[in-house]
């Protein structure tokens, strides 16, 4: 059966050559395309690309994740090409995981940790649900103030819809009013519960988290040449998308966290990208579908 590479509608039909090469248009999204094994608007093989995002994702360095394609496909990628791959991805697959809602447990531990980047420390925040391991919320910034505190609790509602039932958090003064400011309500049979702990007790309520600090830490030592903050953020945002949706864990059985969490999403970054594409399409044909219809009704009243 063959599907549109965009919106992966069924009905597309032969639409002409070119350089003798089958083209198709699709009936529903309008756009033409080859084809040919590859990612929408992408001259290199699919499998190439996947093979690039999980070497750099599972911890090799820009380097080593250049030679084993080469070594592999018997075709030279440079660095600034692989990393293009790895920005586009990230981005385009971020956007879609978001729009899924998982289900938690509603245990949820936060904690932050600080890592080197354009020569300076950054703080990384992350929400991880205890029952499926899930990284509800991450967050980057250059502090660590009552405001980034918020903001990691903020997109952590976001992103479950639902308050969680208790949060685990270490000693840190701005929790508790960045918890109150996000989650408190006059009913308290769904009021979550703030648990701070201190000292030996923080990090064996939080051993979740740090164990997670552990596995982003051997990421980040194989990040050279990434010296922008923003590229750091993206690639960081890109890394919070393959912990969860396509690394397994161990302590789940081989599920990857968003299984365990019963999100409809796939586990391998071939299948996010291609959903995530068909998301995008779909999106933007719904946009453009509103913006035609408002511009009619205009027509239609200065007429009348």
Not at 51 to 57: G, I, P, Q, S, V
Not at 141 to 156: L, M, P
Not at 205 to 217: D, F, P, S, W
Not at 224 to 231: A, N, T
């Amino acid at each position: 059966m063959m599907n549109c590479k965009y919106c992966g509608s069924e009905k597309i039909v032969k639409n002409g050559t070119i350089k003798g090469t089958q083209v198709y248009k699709c009936k529903e999204c309008k756009k033409r395309f080859f084809l040919n094994g590859k990612f929408a608007k992408m001259r290199n093989d699919k499998t190439m690309i996947v093979a690039a995002l999980n070497f750099y994702y599972d911890g090799l360095s820009m380097r080593k994740a250049q030679r084993n394609l080469e070594q592999i496909f018997g075709e030279k990628i440079t660095q600034v090409t692989i990393l293009n791959w790895i920005k586009k991805y990230s981005i385009l697959v971020k956007e879609y995981v978001t729009t899924q809602v998982p289900q938690l447990s509603g245990l949820w531990h936060e904690d932050e940790t600080m890592l080197g980047c354009e020569g300076r420390n950054i703080w990384f925040w992350e929400m991880i649900d205890e029952d499926t391991k899930f990284m509800v919320a991450s967050h980057i910034s250059n502090t660590r103030t009552f405001e980034d505190t918020v903001a990691i609790f903020k997109k952590g509602f976001e992103q479950s819809k639902v308050r969680p039932r208790t949060v685990f958090v270490d000693g840190c003064n701005a929790y508790s009013r960045a918890f109150n400011k996000v989650f408190y309500t006059m009913r308290k049979d769904t009021r979550p519960e703030l648990v701070q702990r201190v000292g030996i007790r923080a990090r064996e309520t939080n051993n979740i988290v740090e164990r997670l600090h552990g596995t982003l830490k051997d990421r980040t030592r194989c990040m050279r040449g990434l010296h922008s903050y923003e590229s750091t953020k993206l690639l960081l945002e890109g890394w919070s998308v393959h912990y969860n949706c396509v690394r397994p864990h161990q302590t789940l059985g081989g599920k990857t966290p968003a299984q365990a969490a019963r999100m409809q999403v796939p586990n391998t970054w071939k299948g996010l990208i291609e959903e995530a594409t068909k998301h995008e399409t779909n999106t933007v044909a719904k946009a453009t579908n509103l913006k035609a219809t408002a511009i009619s009704k205009k027509k239609i009243e200065v007429k009348i």
